[in-house]
């Protein structure tokens, strides 16, 4: 009769602005019952596949599994996104819009200029929060449209 191992590892990181992320992943295996006679051997499979929970974690974690080989991120259509990292967040993006409206600032020009994206959307959390303070600090219009 087999033996059943699970092995689990969830971790979060905490980001800027109050944010986090986090990936979990479980590995559930059937290995030969005798290994319980063997427990060298059976400490062995489990710090095994530990590692490849550990590993499987960090490299969510890191970003790099949603990118190509050259460290681009893609969107859920598939698209290639500009930035690295995680997506501004909607609270970010309603934000960019408000304020980018206050002080009549060419949103679309400026995300051009400043980052190459079109939309606020593509920003990364962090370009985002950057982007927000950047434009609170201009006041009536300095810079935007008239």
């Known amino acids: 009769m087999p033996l059943t191992l699970n092995v689990g590892l969830s971790r979060k990181v905490g980001e800027a602005n109050y944010g986090s992320r986090g990936a979990s992943v479980n590995f559930e295996v059937e290995v030969e019952s005798t290994l319980v006679r063997e427990p060298d051997q059976l400490r062995e499979k489990v710090r095994y596949l530990f590692r490849l929970a550990k590993d499987a974690v960090e490299e969510e974690l890191s970003g790099h599994a949603d990118q190509d080989g050259n460290g681009h991120?893609?969107?859920?259509?598939?698209?290639?996104?500009?930035?690295?990292?995680?997506?501004?967040?909607?609270?970010?993006?309603?934000?960019?819009?408000?304020?980018?409206?206050?002080n009549q600032i060419d949103l679309a020009a400026?995300?051009?200029?400043?980052?190459?994206?079109?939309?606020?959307?593509?920003?990364?959390?962090?370009?985002?929060?950057?982007?927000i303070d950047a434009l609170k600090s201009q006041r009536n219009g300095a810079g935007g449209r008239r």
């Not at 400026?110 to 982007?131: E, H, N």
């Open 73 to 102: 991120d893609h969107d859920r259509n598939g698209g290639r996104r500009a930035t690295n990292g995680r997506p501004a967040t909607s609270s970010q993006v309603r934000a960019i819009h408000a304020i980018a409206d206050r």
């Open 110 to 131: 400026r995300l051009q200029g400043d980052f190459g994206v079109a939309r606020p959307d593509d920003l990364s959390i962090g370009q985002a929060s950057d982007f």
